[in-house]
């Protein structure tokens, strides 16, 4: 780090156009734990987001670091996550992020749990009956993510109960024991 300069992230969004609602949206709602969005830029069917670079492991790394983790670390970081969602849900619309999992929750180096990459995410639409398309990753995505109905605030949470499971168990129902690598 050098006095004056900022970490940052560059990502371009093929047709991103209805995700700078999002981005735009999560920017001035300054949520704590996210990255900080510091310029949205749209044009014909790019959107480009430089945000706050995150310096520390993510969860799914530390996983495969340290094996199912503590329930006392595990329970804290869901805390963590679900104070981000409450803020983030309270918006009018609700912002539903829909892509909750361990790659996606950043453990900072001084420790702060931070949720990240919000490409999935959307604004909630009480008149859509159902997602236009699968959004999410399979394992985490919830039932109405594979076109049962619509993604709501529900949809985090469950996709938050998927990861502490896995954080906690080592493995999702219906599966086996899953041993990882060291």
């Known amino acids: 780090n050098h006095p004056g300069h900022r970490d940052i992230f560059l990502e ?14 999560v920017k001035a709602a300054n949520v704590p734990n996210i990255p900080k969005i510091y310029l ?5 069917s790019t959107l480009t987001v430089i945000e706050e670079y995150i310096h520390g492991v993510s969860l799914d790394k530390l996983l ?7 329930e006392a670390r595990v329970i804290e970081i869901a805390v963590a996550i679900c104070n981000i969602l409450e803020q983030l849900h309270a918006g009018l619309p609700p912002i539903v992020h829909r892509n909750i999992k361990p790659s996606n929750i950043m453990i900072s180096n001084d420790g702060v749990v931070k949720l990240i990459d919000f490409n999935a995410a959307k604004e909630f639409d009480q008149s859509q009956i159902e997602d236009t398309r699968l959004i999410g990753t399979r ?3 919830a039932p109405e993510q594979y076109g049962f109905g619509q993604s709501d605030p529900r949809t985090d949470l469950y996709a938050l109960g998927v990861t502490m499971l896995l954080s906690s168990d080592e493995r999702l129902p219906g599966q086996r024991s899953v041993s990882r690598s060291s």
Do not use: T
């Open 64 to 70: 495969e670091q340290q094996g199912i983790l503590p």
């Open 139 to 141: 394992k985490f995505a």
């Open 12 to 25: 371009y969004l093929e047709h991103g156009l209805p995700l700078s609602a999002v981005y735009l949206r």
């Open 40 to 44: 949205c830029v749209r044009d014909d």
